[in-house]
């Protein structure tokens, strides 16, 4: 998913899958604990994703403070 895709996204929305994505993360910490991870490169993926939904519920913040003054 790109930013343009969750831009296109409600507040509500963006945060839901914020949520699902932090509780693949810790699942996929649990995997490599337990050995059963074998593709790594997921951890970078679901950790970017998490990263971008952040920054654009950070961006609306602004955006609505700043439109309140």
Do not use: C, H, Y
Not at 9 to 36: A, P, Y
Not at 57 to 64: D, H, P, Q, V, W
Request: net charge positive.
């Amino acid at each position: 998913m790109n930013a343009k895709e969750v831009r296109a996204l409600s507040t509500e929305e963006i945060t839901k899958k914020m949520l699902d994505s932090r509780q693949e993360l810790m699942n996929l910490r649990f995997q490599v604990v337990t050995g059963q991870l074998t593709d790594t490169g997921r951890f970078k993926v679901t950790r970017r994703q998490i990263a971008l939904f952040e920054t654009i519920l950070t961006e609306r913040a602004k955006a609505e403070k700043e439109g309140k003054k």
